[in-house]
């Protein structure tokens, strides 16, 4: 997910919870998961790859840090420890099938049952380890570095692109089709229920 929808969605799920301070703390927090040392060292914070246990793992650790801070008073600390969680969250939506997933298995079932897929209120998961089927993108540092170049990558990308690199499956922007939007409310609504998730401990 591009910096722009991460703020988007973090701003609309906890606009109503923090102050305008508060909440680019978080947001900072959030966006700055992006370095290109991240990317390359710990692709389970986007899940990237195939690393969801490590993901999970992650956010529990973040989630815990979170906890300890609000409980120590140490406010800063804890909406920063939010926002790494957040971004991991909300990269899931973007990086993994959840969303064809869903818009698969509700054209499945037909236009009128909306039990697995509305676009305009799409299903979190609550497991991302629970179906076999769901999987994260692969982003393999020079494969990518490859496609990002001017001319060259777009012919590499014709010839050489697997299925579920990034660049075939990502929901980063608009471009990426009609999945986009509702991967950003399924985002939102995960954020939201992180914060509850948290604020429910205090």
Same mark, same amino acid.
């Given at each position: 997910m591009k910096e722009e929808y991460h703020r988007q969605v973090t701003a609309e799920a906890l606009g109503d919870q923090l102050s305008h301070e508060e909440l680019e703390i978080v947001i900072q927090a959030n966006v700055g998961q992006d370095g290109v040392w991240n990317w390359l060292t710990t692709p389970e914070r986007h899940y990237d790859g195939r690393f969801f246990a490590k993901a999970e793992a992650y956010i529990d650790e973040e989630r815990a840090r979170a906890v300890d801070a609000f409980h120590r008073g140490d406010r800063v600390a804890a909406l920063q420890a939010m926002g790494r969680l957040l971004h991991t969250r909300q990269d899931f939506y973007s990086h993994s099938n959840w969303m064809q997933h869903c818009a698969a298995k509700g054209a499945a079932k037909g236009a009128a049952?909306?039990?697995?897929?509305?676009?305009?209120?799409?299903?979190?998961? =609550?497991?991302?380890?629970?179906? #076999?089927? &769901?999987?994260? *993108?692969?982003? #393999?540092? =020079?494969? @990518?570095?490859?496609? *990002? &170049?001017?001319?060259?990558?777009?012919? &590499? %990308? !014709?010839?050489?692109? #697997?299925?579920?690199? @990034?660049?075939?499956?990502?929901?980063d922007d608009p471009? !990426?089709? #009609? =999945?986009?939007?509702?991967?950003? *409310?399924?985002? !939102? %609504?995960?954020? !939201?229920?992180?914060?509850e998730r948290v604020m429910s401990t205090l």
């Open positions: 049952n909306t039990a697995h897929w509305d676009a305009a209120d799409p299903a979190i998961c =609550l497991d991302t380890q629970a179906d #076999p089927q &769901i999987f994260g *993108v692969r982003a #393999p540092f =020079l494969i @990518h570095a490859l496609y *990002v &170049i001017p001319i060259l990558g777009p012919l &590499i %990308k !014709r010839i050489y692109l #697997p299925a579920d690199y @990034h660049e075939a499956m990502h929901l471009s !990426r089709g #009609p =999945l986009f939007a509702p991967s950003l *409310v399924a985002a !939102r %609504k995960h954020t !939201r229920l992180e914060w």
